[in-house]
């Protein structure tokens, strides 16, 4: 069976990966301003509390893991009032050690493993925009041990490090977002895939991009009238479905072209377009740049 989850995380490539350890203690802030990365973090021992922009307040405790596919501002804090010492990750280089914040001495109110990534995708602002902004999961064992998997190979050298890695951040990607699976899951890939009628429909876009789709064939697959289908998909995914099918399969055309695998003619093809010049088209409407160009440009 097809799974939209694991192909759109696989198109992001997730790499680069870096882990710290943090702690606080005491009276104790921190603001990291807008940084656009994906970033995670989990619990070892103790509580603070994490104020997303955007989003309510919320404390955090042992076993707790925070996933943010691109990193908005925020703040981390004690409970204690303070003004927070503000911080720009953008333009401090990254510390070599652990981070402490707060009282220097002593045992930490809160330890915490964390870290960031980049995905190395040409289309990942609209991968990511079908993820939920904030992942918060309580009591997973499973991503915290693989958080200490992430921290231990980033620590040494050893060969095959890097494909290591990514590995590691892909499968806790989807540990992470299959976790918030659900109607409260905000709009998004993930709330359409809560909803089984519409789950039906996502995986035969996923499946068969080729396919000369329409509203009323993909309302058929879902067993919904075509208002139906076309106003639950837009409230639960945030799209209307034939823009998400142009997405999906403008996601899969670019990595087509940046893998040459394919001519043009077959790209088109593979993703729905009867010709390859309705194909050059439609993705220089998309993208911006006819598809030739593109692929030399990816290449440079």
């Known amino acids: ?52 922009d955007g989003h309510d307040a919320i404390t955090l405790e042992a076993g707790d893991f925070v996933l943010l596919p691109a990193t908005p501002g925020f703040t981390m804090s004690g409970f204690d009032p303070v ?8 333009r401090l280089p990254s510390p070599a050690g652990d981070v402490r914040h707060g009282r220097r001495g002593g045992r930490p109110d809160v330890r915490l493993l964390g870290g960031y990534f980049v995905f190395d995708s040409a289309d990942a602002g609209l991968l990511v925009s079908l993820l939920p ?67 039906a429909a996502i995986r035969q876009m996923h499946g068969n991009p080729g396919r000369s789709w329409t509203v009323a064939k993909l309302a058929k697959e879902a067993a919904l009238s075509r208002s139906a289908f076309f106003d639950r998909f837009a409230r639960a995914v945030g799209l209307p479905p034939m823009e998400y099918l142009l997405a999906w399969r403008m996601a899969i055309a670019k990595d087509l072209l940046r893998r040459e695998e394919l001519g043009l003619a077959a790209v088109a093809e593979r993703v729905g377009y009867s010709s390859a010049s309705t194909f050059s088209t439609a993705f220089s409407r998309h993208v911006g740049q006819p598809p030739g160009r593109y692929a030399r440009a990816d290449l440079s």
Do not use: N
Not at 13 to 40: C, E, H, L, M, N
């Open 1 to 52: 069976m097809i799974d939209p989850l694991s192909e759109i995380i696989t198109l992001l490539r997730p790499r680069a990966v870096f882990t710290k350890g943090i702690s606080g203690a005491g009276r104790w802030g921190v603001r990291y301003t807008d940084f656009g990365q994906p970033s995670f973090c989990t619990v070892i021992e103790g509580r603070c509390r994490l104020a997303v």
């Open 83 to 90: 003004t927070p010492e503000r911080i720009d990750p953008k």
């Open 133 to 199: 902004a904030l992942v918060h999961v309580r009591g997973v064992e499973r991503l915290s041990m693989l958080v200490r998997f992430v921290v231990e190979e980033s620590s040494e050298r050893r060969s095959g490090r890097d494909l290591v890695l990514s590995r590691l951040v892909e499968v806790l990607l989807v540990e992470a977002l299959r976790s918030t699976q659900g109607q409260r899951a905000s709009p998004g890939l993930l709330r359409g895939l809560s909803d089984g009628r519409l789950a």
